[in-house]
């Protein structure tokens, strides 16, 4: 039985694992095409961004912590057997939550004028406001479904819809923004995020065929395990509202860092270059313009921290199971399996960024290519975040509700002063933004880490977890700088990068499994798990 939810366990994450690589793969996709769309380019990403990041932070409010929220209460009910209780849990979510988004819908798109005008200092985003605002409430909706299923322990229907959704969000957003090409910079990211409403649309007519498919098995399946017993509808919604809250924060601060640069570099380059650039206009379009460069860096370094999410998904049903169980071994486990394996990913990830910053904007951007040293210090506090994502999740599932949200409130905070600070500097502007965001993601850390060890039995295996992929990592450095160099006069600098980077993935693997960071079980349970360990034992890199 424990070997079945280990093997399952294992399984929604890598299941969750390729659906968001897929997905950040097909943003970066869109995103590269975009911005090197004649027309377009970084003052273009800037409008696109900026509206974007309005949006996310009131459709975080209203539907990020309900998958969580819901497959935490889901789960707990199925650990017991309570599965009426369970679907039950799921109607009512599914109405608070639709009356949330449309609210939060009407909201943004009453106030998109006010938003745009005098909060983001640029009035010409409001036309991104605009077309994204029905956006929410199909969002909260999708959500309560993907997070009834979670916590039944499937996480197909979030895989799937989520990269159908953007699969069509690529596409779109692509023909979009080409089709309108002549027009003004802010009305082809209004184009583009146009898309965004549409593929959201798409994705939630696939979960509800989902649903009608599925929900009957689980309905047979429960037939002789049905709860009859059945609290009131407001209790049982207030129940739900109250353990999305804390999620809810959490997410909000989380996005909220980000939205911190949305205001303060649309304001306060505007701020730190007034007398230089002259006119309110061009002030405007410098302050989109590194803004979208700013925006640049954050798709790239996101597809990393995409393979986090999965392990953050994962985490909260399998430990909230676990420990309702008192299953405190088996919680542990996964926590501390999921962090390692986290830093096994991202390590390389943030040193190749690190060597070949310039070369990859370079190659990805022909157009608009500005951008390497901030892409480096990004690459830094993408260890940091993805670190605490897994963190977070972790605490989620063990009841710690609220420590998320206050640590990343106290690392928001700090990031407000610094931008506040640096960002107006003109000798710093866009370099503020990132130097603060790497501070408040390592206090952020620090206080997620100390509350952790404080409540459960848990360790990070710095060995495995940390050393050796630091050693792997800076192995492949080396050897991808010799052949860059090497290469790049020659063949020039995208074929070179490209090599690099597959050589580098070649040689981290090979250091990785030349220094033993798995063991024999461990790597049993990859995929072909047992095919890979036979090859290593040919290879005699391993001993039987």
Do not use: W
């Amino acid at each position: 039985m424990k070997e079945k939810k280990k093997n399952s366990f294992i399984s929604n994450v890598l299941m969750l694992m390729f659906s968001q690589v897929l997905i950040k793969l097909l943003g970066l996709v869109y995103r590269l095409a975009i911005t090197n769309v004649k027309g377009f380019g970084d003052l273009g990403n800037g409008y696109y961004s900026a509206g974007y990041q309005v949006y996310a932070v009131l459709l975080i409010i209203s539907s990020q912590g309900i998958p969580g929220a819901v497959s935490k209460l889901v789960s707990n009910k199925v650990a017991q057997n309570k599965y009426n209780e369970a679907h039950r849990i799921f109607k009512v979510s599914l109405l608070v939550f639709a009356i949330i988004g449309a609210l939060c819908s009407l909201i943004l798109f009453l106030l998109s004028d006010f938003i745009s005008t005098n909060i983001l200092n640029v009035p010409d985003v409001t036309y991104v406001l605009k077309v994204l605002s029905p956006a929410i409430f199909f969002v909260c909706v999708s959500a309560v479904i993907r997070g009834y299923f979670a916590g039944l322990g499937t996480m197909k229907a979030s895989s799937i819809s989520q990269a159908l959704e953007q699969f069509f969000n690529c596409v779109l957003t692509i023909t979009f923004v080409y089709s309108l090409v002549g027009q003004e910079p802010y009305i082809m990211a209004a184009g583009g995020n146009l898309s965004t409403t549409l593929a959201i649309l798409i994705s939630f007519s696939y979960l509800l065929l989902f649903y009608k498919t599925n929900i009957k098995k689980y309905k047979e399946e429960s037939d002789d395990k049905v709860d009859k017993v059945k609290n009131p509808t407001s209790k049982l919604a207030k129940a739900i509202i109250l353990t999305a809250i804390p999620l809810t924060i959490g997410s909000v601060i989380s996005v909220v860092t980000t939205f911190i640069d949305t205001v303060t570099v649309s304001n306060l380059i505007q701020i730190a270059y007034d007398g230089i650039l002259g006119s309110k206009e061009l002030l405007e379009k410098e302050a989109m313009r590194l803004a979208g460069i700013l925006s640049k860096v954050d798709t790239l370094v996101n597809l990393p921290i995409a393979v986090n999410l999965s392990f953050y998904s994962a985490l909260i049903p399998a430990i909230t199971s676990a420990i309702a169980q008192k299953d405190y071994k088996s919680a542990s486990r996964k926590i501390s399996f999921s962090v390692s394996t986290s830093l096994l990913i991202v390590i390389p990830c943030a040193i190749g960024f690190i060597v070949l910053a310039d070369p990859i904007l370079k190659m990805l951007y022909p157009n608009a290519s500005d951008g390497a040293h901030i892409l480096q210090i990004a690459a830094v506090t993408m260890v940091f975040v993805a670190v605490n994502h897994t963190l977070q999740g972790s605490l989620f599932g063990l009841g710690k509700m609220y420590t998320p949200a206050l640590a990343l409130l106290c690392g928001s905070i700090v990031k407000i002063i610094l931008n506040l600070i640096l960002i107006r500097n003109p000798n710093i502007n866009i370099y503020g933004a990132v130097i603060s965001s790497f501070i408040c993601q390592l206090i952020t850390f620090l206080i997620i880490y100390i509350t952790i060890k404080k409540s459960i039995k848990f360790k990070i295996d710095i060995k495995n977890g940390i050393l050796k992929p630091l050693l792997s990592g800076f192995v492949m450095a080396l050897f991808i700088l010799i052949i860059y160099t090497l290469l790049n006069n020659v063949i020039g600098n995208s074929i070179s990068t490209i090599i690099c980077i597959l050589f580098g993935a070649f040689i981290y693997l090979l250091m990785v499994f030349i220094l033993k960071v798995f063991n024999k079980d461990e790597i049993k349970s990859l995929p072909m798990g047992n095919k890979i360990y036979s090859m290593l034992l040919k290879l005699k890199l391993y001993k039987e």
